[in-house]
């Protein structure tokens, strides 16, 4: 009964049964092959049809003969019909997910039908062509761009494809294949078309900004643009459809697509972001190392992509075209004009961005652009009033307040989210465009300031940031759903194919991060190469030193005794299982010893100035002594001839070039710095005397004067001498120079100070005192910028500072807006001292251009390097001219050294991330990330 | 370990500029330790004596005092056979504010005004307080036996 043709049928649970060609139900299929078939003989239509051939039978039929049958399978159209996600049916349940909770129906079924497909797969050894992970591509294969992919797409002119070699390569690719997935993003990157910016931009482009330029404008303007980048989405594969057996098959096996973790199937390519979902253009710009000028680029940006509609396009005029946008209604909480119906789309720019990068925003924005061409205000604070005036001039004039760009910070967006409910105010608006300066600053998903990100309206979002990732890539997450770039901005869709495989170390959850980045996102790195091989940016060498310094001995014990007692806290909470429960405890341990590191006396909390302050009630007297030394009459009891002689000395010396210039007689160097033993006014270097008086303790004698043998000569008598020579004469009435201490408010006195010399430094303000004095002595203009993250250190490092006669500006987090700005300019401003600038590393490690500076202090470690690497930054960026040299202050043997492995551990993940690694790296950092904790 | 710059100028100004009647030339091999020499004082017994001494500055010189000792045989109060000198600034009395330069001047001073009341050699101590000028003349017929330039 050969030929009998069987037609495929009814399915109960798993059964299914063969007929023969005359209806005839003759057998059923073997139930582990049916198994994985019926879910998908069961969806409704049914995704597959099943026929037979009979290749063997036994001549006459009886229960239980076996019957060989070539099956043929086919998978019917409706099979490639798109489904949507489980996830985006259910959309607000964000906990919802894959692998946790109840499953709906829904996913069950899909589950099951996406485990037929892979069976069936399996069965008919069939197996994907490519992988998303694109690891095929080979540079060589550049050129040859058999890509059918590329072929199938709607390719445009813009964009050269580089996508994968699908043909000339294997299935499965080797982790070590990864990294070849970011190199490719940057050759495309390198490709990119130029693009003028627009007349009304006054700035000249660099060649890389010009690309940026287009590739932004395309995206903008195009909003499938990104899917042209030719990447498979990353969960998809592709498959061929087996040649038929005595057909003929005219060109090439047709291609499919499959989604093994949902069981979707395309007829057409899945390119790396569902297009159903690219409702906007979002995308991240982020440059990995700063001062490559993103705000530039958005400048650029926004003059290029101005107005909202065609319909503006007519008005060819080089004049700026007005903005339809009504603010005044925009920014009144209540009550609210009716809006009136807009015939033009949005076409403002909001930028929200660190506080202390307003002013720095608009000044960038106002230099380049023409005269006139631009509108910007800073919603933010006090000047929220003003706008709100401003604007409603405006209204009165010819109805449109024409502003372009509105610059807000995250603090009052955040403030603006919660005082309308989300409606209202900045949130009225639709925008043209979002900006997220700084964008890692929403990196938590729950905080507010993500949450009011994500409320705003815009056509289009960016984020610019240099640390997409600062932690965990989870971070990455809430970036991914502020652009609502989806699927990725559900965070069960993240969480399931990327921190779940990262967690269970699958170094296969960075590729996907690689492929999603690869086309939302453009970077630029300083060391990026440009079509001709040219670095994209030039910029002078960076020299970091890492100075290891060694604590004094009281220190040291202060330090010790400070560690033993956290060690021995923390024992105690491991052991009992607490560590968990206090982990804020812990922390405030390991904040003290941070402190404690920098300096004793930070602990505990204490704001003020150093000591180095209070002592100078005794310092005054000696004040007094030198003023009254000019006199004809002294009024101390110590004013004999010889001290006399040395105060005479001392400020004859002040009017020498070099200060002091005398020889100390225990080193015979001259005097750094230089110290008086206070009875007989001797001096001599600090080191050197305090070694003496150490010396005479160990040998349990009483500490003299190396001179004169005048005794007892204790350490904390010492007098430091303090030569002020350069101050800017100004500073007491700049608001910047935030004094705090009694210092600077002192009268004019003789240019000679004398300090105790008690504990109240510490070996890292001394190294900072010594370092700057002798970049003083080699330029007596120098700028310099020092990082710390803790005010309280600031607040010393300014005592330090004073004493030295080192004019210097600060930067902290208590600062206005208005009183950073001076700040700045006070830095910037050209004059003939040298200049420090003191920032926290919190409120000023971003954003801030600080090029007139080439010398950058680092005062403590941060947990994390990729900050401490921003904050460097701000230095050594386009502009800079000279070689920027770095040093980072360590205490040798404390927590510092902790820190620093840490740090090592974090930008492994960065690195791992952004693809740029070597082989086998990956697995290591991925290794050293889970090592220990 | 390197040498302390204060070693080095100390040596630099001890050839640039020498106290009269005082020599200290570092060895070649080791600039720690020099060859001294100086010359007995005017109108002390000593005088017309060029005595050579050693000079050695410890590791922790300029906070420990160097290490002198006469090579010259010499009949002095304050000065034993084996050439060790009793002088409170090479001991307890020392001050990093002293030099080699200072040291030696010292030494020097030593010769001309010896102290019997704080002796080391006693048994010359005691001929100097008992018989001065017999003592003060042994002295010079040793400087001219062992000290002769």
């Keep these: 009964m050969g030929g009998s043709k069987a037609k495929a049928k009814e399915k109960e649970n798993t059964i299914v049964r063969f007929r023969n060609a005359r209806g005839f139900e003759v057998g059923r299929l073997p139930s582990e092959l049916t198994k994985s078939l019926t879910p998908l003989l069961d969806a409704s239509p049914p995704m597959i049809s099943l026929s037979g051939t009979v290749i063997d039978a036994p001549s006459r039929l009886s229960v239980g003969a076996e019957i060989v049958l070539q099956l043929r399978v086919s998978l019917t159209a409706a099979a490639f019909k798109r489904r949507p996600l489980p996830q985006e049916v259910s959309e607000e349940g964000k906990t919802f997910g894959w692998g946790e909770g109840k499953e709906t129906d829904d996913e069950k079924d899909m589950k099951a039908r996406k485990g037929g497909i892979v069976e069936l797969f399996m069965l008919c050894e069939l197996k994907p062509k490519s992988k998303p992970t694109a690891a095929s591509w080979k540079e060589e294969d550049e050129d040859i761009s058999k890509n059918k992919i590329a072929k199938k797409e709607k390719k445009t002119e813009t964009v050269e494809e580089t996508g994968e070699e699908i043909e000339m390569e294997g299935e499965e690719l080797s982790d070590g294949e990864l990294k070849v997935i970011y190199k490719k993003a940057q050759s495309t990157d390198r490709k990119l078309p130029f693009m003028e910016p627009a007349k009304t931009f006054s700035l000249e482009l660099r060649p890389y900004q010009k690309q940026a330029l287009h590739w932004m404008y395309t995206l903008e303007t195009t909003p499938s643009y990104a899917t042209n980048s030719g990447s498979l989405h990353p969960l998809w594969e592709e498959y061929e459809f087996p040649l038929e057996e005595g057909k003929m098959f005219h060109g090439k096996p047709k291609p499919f697509w499959f989604n093994p973790y949902s069981g979707e199937l395309s007829l057409e390519f899945v390119p790396a972001e569902s297009k159903s979902c690219w409702h906007t253009s979002s995308t991240f710009l982020t440059s990995r190392s700063v001062g490559m000028g993103k705000s530039i680029m958005i400048a650029s940006l926004i003059h290029t992509n101005r107005g909202a509609e065609p319909l503006d396009a007519a008005q060819s005029n080089g004049k700026p075209k007005k903005k339809q946008l009504t603010l005044d209604s925009s920014f009144r909480a209540v009550p609210r004009k009716p809006t009136k119906p807009r015939t033009h789309g949005p076409s403002a720019t909001l930028i929200v961005a660190p506080m202390s990068l307003l002013a720095q925003w608009q000044s960038e924005l106002k230099r380049s652009s023409a005269k006139n061409t631009l509108k910007v205000l800073i919603f933010h604070g006090d000047s929220r009033g003003d706008l709100e005036a401003l604007t409603e001039i405006d209204s009165e004039e010819d109805g449109v307040a024409g502003v372009d760009v509105v610059i807000t910070s995250y603090g009052t967006l955040v403030s603006e989210w919660s005082k309308t409910g989300n409606g209202g105010g900045i949130y009225d608006v639709e925008w043209k465009r979002v900006v997220l300066d700084e964008a890692h600053n929403i990196k938590s998903r729950l905080t507010k300031a993500a949450k009011a990100c994500y409320a705003l309206k815009s056509r289009t979002k960016w984020c610019l940031t240099g640390t997409p990732i600062i932690n965990r890539l989870e971070d990455l997450h809430s970036l991914l759903q502020f652009l609502d770039f989806q699927p990725w901005a559900n965070f069960s869709v993240f969480r399931s194919f990327i921190t779940a495989p990262f967690l269970a170390r699958d170094p296969k959850a960075i590729d996907v991060v690689q492929v999603i980045l690869e086309t939302i996102l453009l970077r630029r790195e300083k060391n990026m190469t440009d079509v001709d091989g040219k670095a994209i940016v030039e910029l002078p060498d960076k020299e970091v030193v890492v100075e290891e310094l060694e604590f004094s001995p009281l220190e040291r014990k202060i330090y010790d005794q400070i560690y033993h007692d956290a060690k021995t806290q923390f024992t105690k909470l491991n052991a009992n299982g607490l560590v968990g429960k206090n982990f804020s405890n812990i922390l405030a341990m390991l904040m003290r010893l941070r402190q404690a590191v920098l300096h004793p006396a930070l602990i505990g909390g204490r704001k003020e100035g150093l000591d180095i302050e209070a002592d100078l009630d005794v310092n005054n007297l000696i004040a007094q002594f030198a003023k009254g030394d000019r006199g004809p009459d002294v009024g101390t009891a110590n004013g004999d001839a010889f001290a006399k002689n040395v105060l005479d000395d001392l400020i004859a010396a002040q009017n020498d070039d070099e200060g002091n210039s005398d020889e100390c007689p225990i080193c015979l160097e001259i005097m750094d710095p230089p110290m008086i033993v206070p009875n007989c006014m001797h001096r001599t270097c600090r080191d050197c005397i305090v070694g003496h008086l150490r010396s005479c303790e160990s040998k349990g004698e009483e500490g003299f004067c190396p001179v004169c043998r005048t005794a007892p000569v204790r350490e904390a008598d010492l007098l430091e001498v303090i030569h002020k020579h350069n101050r800017i004469t100004d500073r007491d009435s700049t608001p910047t120079a935030q004094t705090g201490n009694g210092n600077t408010a002192e009268p004019p006195s003789p240019a000679i100070k004398f300090r105790k010399n008690s504990s109240n430094t510490s070996t890292k303000l001394e190294a900072l005192s010594s370092n700057l004095r002798r970049i003083r002595d080699q330029d007596p203009i120098f700028r310099a910028v020092v990082f710390s993250q803790f005010t309280g250190f600031l607040d010393m490092i300014e005592s330090v500072l004073d004493r030295d006669g080192i004019p210097w500006v600060r930067l902290d987090g208590s600062m206005s807006q208005k009183e950073r700005t001076r700040a700045l300019e006070e830095f910037a401003k050209p004059t003939r001292s040298p200049k420090v600038f003191l920032i926290s590393l919190r409120a000023g490690g971003v954003g801030l251009n600080l090029t007139t500076a080439n010398h950058v202090f680092m005062m403590d470690c941060w947990w994390n390097a990729s900050v401490e690497n921003q904050a460097i930054d701000r230095v050594h960026r386009i502009g800079q001219t000279r070689k920027v040299y770095v040093k980072h202050f360590i205490i040798a043997r404390t927590i510092e050294m902790r820190i620093l492995d840490i740090q090592k551990r974090k930008t492994a993940i960065i690195k791992g991330a952004l693809g740029d690694k070597s082989e086998g790296e990956a697995v290591e950092n991925l290794k050293m990330m889970f090592g220990d904790d | ?149």
């Design chain 2, 1 to 149: 370990m390197s040498l302390p710059k204060r070693i080095l100028k100390e040596t630099e100004r001890l050839r640039n500029d020498p106290a009269p009647g005082i020599t200290a030339v570092p060895h070649e091999d080791n600039v720690r330790y020099f060859d001294v020499t100086v010359e007995g004082p005017d109108g002390s017994p000593f005088a017309g004596g060029n005595f050579h001494l050693e000079l050695f500055l410890p590791e922790e010189y300029p906070m420990a005092p160097p290490k002198v000792r006469f090579l010259t045989k010499i009949y002095h109060p304050n000065i034993d056979k084996l050439g060790r000198i009793c002088l409170d600034i090479l001991k307890d009395k020392w001050s990093p504010a002293l030099q080699i330069r200072t040291v030696l001047l010292s030494v020097q001073a030593l010769l001309s005004s010896p102290n019997p009341d704080d002796p080391l050699a006693t048994d010359v101590a005691k001929h100097y307080k008992e018989d001065l000028p017999g003592a003060q003349e042994i002295s010079r017929e040793w400087t001219e036996k062992f000290a002769a330039k």
